[in-house]
């Protein structure tokens, strides 16, 4: 799959957009404000800040795991507050999640895990099959279906993770800290598939605290700070100066 144009996927929507969302788990110390942000589809964004700052929040809102206590948050124009539960849940589907601590199941086969991704969308059995296959071949780790998961190395597990994110060939790709705990071939190599991923067709977002990841792989970057957006560059000006881009607000 070619990656996507704008031409060719006009909207008068973007694909994502936060209109002064916030998110408050205490009353006077919210963990998002007035977050104003527009993200198009086949965008590769990074989301930075220190610990803290609202990174994985705003991930959270954005894979629906949240819901913004003030503000909106729409898909294509349509805003999710507004979906019935059945809308959210095929909304989800077209999402695929890594985590930092990958989330696997330890006890279980490579196989089992990334099994669990496509048993959620009802493919076939013969289907989940041959997709584990492929998706195992493109992160490196043909012949290893059967491992017990635990045995694996950090950098296996996150490619598995990564893996059974991608087996349901999703619209978007959330990553929060996926190089936080590899050493730095396993981080280059998720950055590769992760890029791989974007060039398909795919919206990535990876929410990161790493500058030097930033610098040496330039995208557009969010800059958050004590729950605020602070910034928003554009491709490649993380390395010099932030570049404010074009931002939705309304009121």
Known sequence: MSKRTTSQNAS???????????????????SLFDISLDIEQGEFIYITGTSGAGKSTL???????????????????HDVSTLKKSAVAILRRSMGIIFQDFQLVNEMSVFNNIALSLEVIGVSPSFIKKRISQVLEEVGLTG????????????????????????????????????????????????????????????????????????????????????????????????????????????
């Open 12 to 30: 008068k929507y973007p694909f994502i957009r936060l209109n002064r969302a916030s998110k408050f788990f205490k009353p006077d110390n919210p």
């Open 59 to 77: 991930l959270k809102l954005i894979n629906l795991s949240l819901t913004p206590d003030t503000g909106s948050l729409l898909f294509n124009g």
């Open 144 to 251: 290893i279906e059967n491992e017990i998961t635990s045995t694996l190395s950090g950098g296996e597990k996150q490619r598995v993770a990564i893996a059974r994110a991608l087996a349901p060939e999703p619209q978007l790709i959330l990553a929060d800290e996926p190089t936080g705990s590899l050493d730095t071939y396993s981080a280059n190599f998720v950055l590769d598939m992760l890029e791989n991923i974007n060039e398909r067709g795919a919206t990535v977002i990876v929410a990161t605290h790493d500058r030097m990841l930033m610098a040496a792989r330039p995208h557009r970057t969010v800059a958050l700070e004590d729950g605020k957006l602070t910034g928003v560059t554009t491709k490649g000006a993380f390395k010099t100066k932030n570049v404010k881009s074009t931002i939705h607000r309304t009121g």
